[in-house]
């Protein structure tokens, strides 16, 4: 559900501290929503993609556009930021 289309929903705070060589990833479901998978299987695929340590954050990014295995002609958006 887009953020904020529902009037009635409601949502939690949460604090996560990243350290220095940590990812933090936010993607839309059209970089990993495929018809025959649920959306959990997918996010999973993109977990095991992501787990190989950050030396640089284009190469990294690029490298999971190049292996995600979006199949619904859906718009995609990746914004991947590595902590220094």
């Known amino acids: 559900m887009?953020?904020?289309a529902e009037p009635d929903?409601?949502?939690?705070?949460?604090?996560?501290?990243?350290?220095p060589g940590d990812a933090l990833l936010m993607f839309t479901d059209?970089?990993?929503?495929r018809r025959d998978?649920?959306?959990?299987?997918?996010?999973h695929a993109l977990t095991h993609l992501a787990s190989r340590p950050?030396?640089?954050?284009?190469?990294?990014?690029d490298h999971l556009l190049?292996?995600?295995?979006?199949?619904?002609?859906?718009?995609?958006c990746l914004v991947a930021v590595a902590v220094q």
């Open 2 to 4: 887009l953020l904020g």
């Open 9 to 19: 929903a409601s949502y939690q705070e949460a604090t996560i501290r990243l350290r």
């Open 30 to 33: 059209g970089l990993i929503e």
């Open 37 to 43: 998978q649920s959306l959990d299987d997918a996010l």
């Open 54 to 61: 950050v030396h640089d954050i284009g190469t990294f990014a």
């Open 66 to 76: 190049a292996r995600s295995a979006s199949d619904t002609d859906d718009d995609a």
